[in-house]
């Protein structure tokens, strides 16, 4: 079964711009959550979507944003890019229906550079 | 205070030692536990699910959640360079039917040959 997928994989823009990431969550799976992966703050959650709402949302501004659509790929957005913004973004996906079904796999991720 | 609390770190041992890693949190509505093993420049990779206290073992790897205590651990038993990695710890309550993890911040591992 092919894990979760994250295009692009890496991405170089300058501040002031937007960018769109995308993630394929693993077959069957309904939930996609995004995470900010940096060295001073580690893993943090941005949000999370379950057939094609959002279940949760983290302690971001709104200039992060994300949608999912009918077969479970899920897209986040940035705009108004900051230097602060540079990060490892980190997509993960799982069946998120019941208590056994949990576990979360995580995509390589897209590594961002804001110049 | 952070919600999850673990030692970065960096965390050298010999090739075949028996490797504790460790993670408190404050939070008693936890009562799922994960551990990752994230390698540089990759994603992190699920090792270990546990829900609510106990033990659960996999090869190599053992994870303990003392849940009156807000304690887990992941054990290693005969560690190879292989495990030379950053671990990292999340923890859910899962209330009203969501998915966020709070993850500590990571421990790095080196296994020496």
């Known amino acids: 079964k092919a894990g979760v997928t994250q295009t692009p994989r890496y991405l170089i823009k300058t501040r002031g711009q937007q960018v769109t990431l995308s993630c394929s969550p693993i077959?069957?799976?309904?939930?996609v959550s995004w995470y900010q992966q940096t060295p001073g703050q580690g893993l943090q959650f941005l949000f999370e979507?379950?057939?094609?709402?959002?279940?949760n949302k983290g302690n971001f501004p709104g200039r992060f944003s994300g949608r999912q659509f009918s077969n479970s790929r899920s897209e986040m957005n940035v705009s108004t890019l900051e230097l602060g913004d540079s990060a490892l973004y980190l997509c993960?996906?799982?069946?998120?229906?019941?208590?056994?079904?949990?576990?979360?796999?995580f995509g390589p991720g897209t590594r961002l550079t804001v110049t | 205070q952070k919600e999850v609390e673990q030692d970065p770190g960096p965390l050298s041992v010999p090739e075949g030692a028996i490797v504790s890693l460790n993670c408190t949190y404050s939070?008693?509505?936890?009562?799922?536990f994960m551990w990752y093993r994230q390698y540089s420049r990759k994603g992190p990779e699920l090792l270990m699910y546990?829900?609510?206290?106990g033990n659960k073992e996999d090869g190599r790897f053992t994870a303990q959640v003392d849940k009156s205590s807000k304690y887990i651990s992941l054990f290693i038993r005969d560690s190879q360079p292989s495990d030379s990695a950053t671990y990292l710890c999340?923890?859910?309550?899962?209330?009203?039917?969501?998915?966020?993890?709070?993850f500590g911040t990571g421990t790095l591992l080196a296994v020496q040959p």
């Open positions: 993960a996906s799982s069946i998120g229906r019941d208590r056994e079904s949990y576990e979360q796999y």
């Open positions: 077959s069957g799976h309904r939930s």
């Open positions: 979507y379950f057939s094609e709402t959002q279940r």
């Open positions: 939070n008693s509505a936890f009562q799922y």
């Open positions: 546990t829900y609510s206290s």
């Open positions: 999340a923890m859910s309550d899962y209330g009203g039917a969501t998915n966020k993890l709070i």
